[in-house]
Each structure stands twice: as structure tokens, then as C-alpha cells.
Nanobody, 115 residues
Framework: QVQVVESGGGLVQAGGSLNLSCTVSRSIFSLDVMGWYRQAPGKQREAVAVITRGGSTNYADSVKGRFTISRDGTKNTIFLQMDSLEPEDTAVYYC?????????WGQGTQVTVSS
């Protein structure tokens, strides 16, 4: 069973930054897609940023220019650098990895942005 563990969440003031990490229990080199999702109270889970095996990235319109997704294959880790945070970014952030027909989720990490 593949383990996916997020870390790096916390409480930050508006305008601040956080760097989320997602550590995977196996090599990420062969993964098709890796991504970050978030779910705010009372809302559906939404995609925030994804990166493909080839390195292509895609971002939700609401975070473009503020968030950056990256990966380090030597550490089996996917990162989400979040800058210029806004109260609307408050949510539980989840890491998702996909390979062929399999998909795995982490347990989530809480991000709270105060105004």
C-alpha cells in the first residue's frame, strides 16, 4: 500500500507564505500525475495545482501567480509553495498521486489564513 503524507500546514496571516510537502512511500518518477487539492468547509474538494510526469503544470485560476507546485524525485516529495495567501485559501489541503488506474490520497493538512 502506498503511503502519502502531507505536512507544512498551519496558521498564517494574510499576505504570508507556507510551503506544503507531500512525501510518498515509493518512487515518484513513474507517477503519471501528482497534485494538490483543497476542501474548505461546506465546499467541494477542488484541484489547486497538478504536475505531470513530464513536468507540465496546471493551476486553478484562483491561485495562478501565487502558488507553485514542484517535485523532488530524490526525496519522493511533492511541494506546494504558497505565497500571498488570502483568507479564501483557508482549507484542508490534500495531496493526490496517480499511476495508471490507481490513485492515492493523503490525510490532509490544515491551512488557515487570518485576515
Amino acid at each position: 500500500q502506498v503511503q502519502v503524507v502531507e505536512s507544512g500546514g498551519g496558521l498564517v496571516q494574510a499576505g504570508g507564505s507556507l510551503n506544503l510537502s507531500c512525501t510518498v512511500s515509493r518512487s515518484i518518477f513513474s507517477l503519471d500525475v501528482m497534485g494538490w487539492y483543497r476542501q474548505a468547509p461546506g465546499k467541494q474538494r477542488e484541484a489547486v495545482a497538478v504536475i505531470t510526469r513530464g513536468g507540465s503544470t496546471n493551476y486553478a485560476d484562483s491561485v495562478k501567480g501565487r502558488f507553485t507546485i514542484s517535485r523532488d524525485g530524490t526525496k519522493n516529495t511533492i511541494f506546494l509553495q504558497m505565497d500571498s495567501l488570502e483568507p479564501e485559501d483557508t482549507a484542508v489541503y490534500y495531496c493526490n498521486i496517480q499511476e495508471k488506474m490507481f490513485a492515492y490520497w493523503g490525510q490532509g493538512t490544515q491551512v488557515t489564513v487570518s485576515s
